[in-house]
């Protein structure tokens, strides 16, 4: 049982190569990136808003940022 445990989550582990593509434009952005699933993530900080909900100041970290995908 442990031999296929560790058989299994193997192939889960296993990292997907960035292109080099994708790591020349987080360079140029001077950020970091993710890149699982054939999908380029890039997490953009909005620092233009100041929410506030029911008079409590919000920070855009609780799901105002924007991203490229």
């Known amino acids: 049982m442990a ?7 193997g192939f889960g ?3 997907q190569e960035m292109p080099a593509d994708y790591q020349e434009v987080l360079k140029s952005l001077d950020r970091k990136g993710d890149f699982k699933a054939g999908v380029f993530k890039v ?3 909005r620092n233009d808003l ?3 909900i029911q008079g409590v100041a919000t920070p855009t970290p609780f799901g105002f940022g924007g991203w490229l995908r």
């Open 43 to 45: 997490n953009i900080p």
């Open 13 to 15: 582990t296993r990292a």
């Open 3 to 9: 031999c296929l445990c560790s058989t299994l989550l």
């Open 50 to 52: 100041k929410m506030t």
